[in-house]
């Protein structure tokens, strides 16, 4: 059973910092393209970071470039969100992907976390 469980989340202060993880387990982890994505209120889930199997390959929403930063660690079967100068436009809640893509994508994906809350106050 493949379970993706994200951690981090919390409140932060405009401008602050926060970094995101997500554990996978019960999936070959190196295998999989890893993305990131958020759902703020009343608002369609959007695409945030992607990253290819062995992290040479990135990708990132326009309104993140420059701010957040997806990395991996194959070894833990973790992949990390690192999020800075925070906005409050950034708060929703940050969900955890999995994807059996050999680059990266922004849609399609397998499997899903639950979700972990990013509330960034002006």
């Known amino acids: 059973q493949v379970q993706l469980v994200e951690s981090g989340g919390g409140l932060v202060q405009a401008g602050g910092s926060l970094r995101l993880s997500c554990a996978a387990s019960?999936?070959?982890?190196?295998?999989?393209?890893m993305g990131w994505f958020r759902q703020a209120p009343g608002k369609d889930r959007e695409f945030v970071a992607a990253?290819?199997?062995?992290?040479?390959?990135?990708d990132y929403a326009d309104s993140v470039k420059g701010r957040f930063i997806i990395t991996r660690d194959n070894a833990k079967n973790t992949v990390y969100l690192q999020m800075n100068s925070l906005k409050p436009e950034d708060t929703a809640v940050y969900y955890c992907?999995?994807?059996?893509?050999?680059?990266?994508?922004?849609?399609?994906?397998?499997?899903w976390g639950q979700g972990t809350q990013v509330t960034v106050s002006s």
């Open positions: 019960g999936l070959t982890f190196s295998s999989y393209c």
């Open positions: 992907a999995a994807d059996r893509s050999v680059g990266v994508t922004t849609r399609g994906y397998d499997y």
């Open positions: 990253i290819n199997w062995r992290g040479a390959l990135k």
